[in-house]
């Protein structure tokens, strides 16, 4: 099965830092998707990257995946309190078919103090 | 629209009892999907289906047990519950093999003791 590792597990920041989260694969990416998780609640969806060297935005989150499309890098620009909450990194092991069928990293705890 | 939902939100089960963990869309998503989320770990894949009466195995389906006899509706059966089974429970769907994964229901916290 493929691997999807997250790094860091954890990051605690100060309200207004910038902060990366990773998510690599031993394996090509046929999609990449960011979610994040509150506790007791479910998945919400970011975004979601296909092509390498692909970039999206969404208010302060930005999301790239490598040309070679194996790593995926989350960027939150000016982190607040409404930022902190696991981030969950999930992959399309292949295209087509298996579409919804992910492998997901074990996620990044962000805590954001102000 | 309620999108997906999940009930119960939290269960406590018995080793050896049975249970349902009930899951509706009302997106028509003909995708829907269970996954179990153990305790510092990633989601796992539990079972799938592709359409009313078309089900299919995921990464981790021993144990468990599903149905699709409408579009809207995707129960999870639990047959006879283990301490392994511990896990929060997530359903989710999409519309078709051209839609984002990008619809979770809340989550079924269940506990077997």
């Known amino acids: 099965s493929q691997e999807l590792e997250q790094s860091p597990q954890s990051l605690i920041v100060q309200e207004g830092k910038n902060l990366t989260i990773n998510c690599t694969s031993s394996?090509?990416?046929?999609?990449l998707y960011w979610y994040k998780q509150k506790y007791g609640e479910g998945l919400i969806f970011l975004m979601m990257?296909?092509?390498?060297?692909e970039e999206k935005s969404h208010e302060k989150i930005t999301a790239k995946l490598d040309e070679k499309k194996q790593q995926s890098s989350l960027h939150i620009t000016a982190s607040q309190p409404s930022h902190a909450g696991i981030y969950l990194c999930?992959?399309?092991?292949?295209?087509?078919?298996?579409?919804?069928?992910?492998?997901f990293g074990r996620g990044t705890q962000l805590t954001v103090w102000p | 629209n309620a999108g997906v939902t999940q009930t119960p939100k939290f269960r406590i089960l018995k080793i050896g009892q049975s249970m349902t963990l009930q899951c509706t869309q009302d997106?028509?998503?003909?995708?829907m999907y269970w996954y179990r989320q153990d305790p510092g770990m990633g989601l796992k894949l539990i079972y799938y289906?592709?359409?009313?009466?078309?089900?299919d195995k995921g990464e981790v389906p021993n144990g468990y047990n599903v149905s699709r006899s409408t579009t809207e509706d995707f129960p999870l059966r639990l047959e006879l519950a283990a301490p392994s089974q511990t896990s929060v429970y997530f359903c989710?769907?999409?519309?078709?093999?051209?839609?984002?994964?990008?619809?979770f229901g809340s989550g079924t916290r269940l506990t077997v003791v």
């Open positions: 989710a769907s999409s519309y078709g093999d051209i839609g984002l994964l990008d619809t």
């Open positions: 394996k090509t990416l046929y999609g």
């Open positions: 990257l296909q092509k390498g060297g």
């Open positions: 999930g992959a399309d092991p292949g295209s087509g078919s298996t579409l919804g069928r992910l492998y």
């Open positions: 997106m028509n998503h003909n995708y």
């Open positions: 289906s592709v359409g009313a009466g078309i089900t």
